[in-house]
């Protein structure tokens, strides 16, 4: 099970913090990654990280901005969000992959959190 949280209002250039709480699993075994649906749109990858050796990625959108990290001790993943600009909000979601690697597309991912919900207003 996923609990994604750490999503609200906040305005042009300000920072959040997403995390994600993994149970039930070795988490440390999972490969994590954020995905997000901005209003109308498909769901897009945000960032990844692996299980083994923390090889992170990021969308183009997002790179400098964005910064994801994992603490396997504590079964849970961030995503801190700076420099937030309006065509980030979005329902972001977390989700795990059984494999190690960064990866970008869904269909890597078996599991999945319901989403929190980030509104940058201007």
Do not use: H
């Amino acid at each position: 099970q996923l609990q994604a949280s750490g999503g609200g209002l906040v305005q042009t250039g300000g920072s959040l913090r997403l995390s994600c709480a993994a149970s039930g699993r070795t988490f440390s075994r999972y490969s994590m990654g954020w995905f997000r649906q901005p209003p109308g749109k498909e769901r897009e990858f945000v960032a990844a990280i692996s299980w083994i050796g923390g090889i992170t990625s990021y969308a183009d959108s997002v790179k400098g901005r964005f910064t994801i990290s994992r603490d396997n001790a504590k079964n849970t993943a961030y995503l801190q969000l700076n420099s937030l600009k309006r065509e980030d909000t979005a329902v972001y979601y977390c989700a795990l992959a059984p494999y190690s690697g960064s990866f970008s597309i869904p269909e890597k991912y078996d599991y999945w959190g319901q989403g929190t919900e980030v509104t940058v207003s201007s």
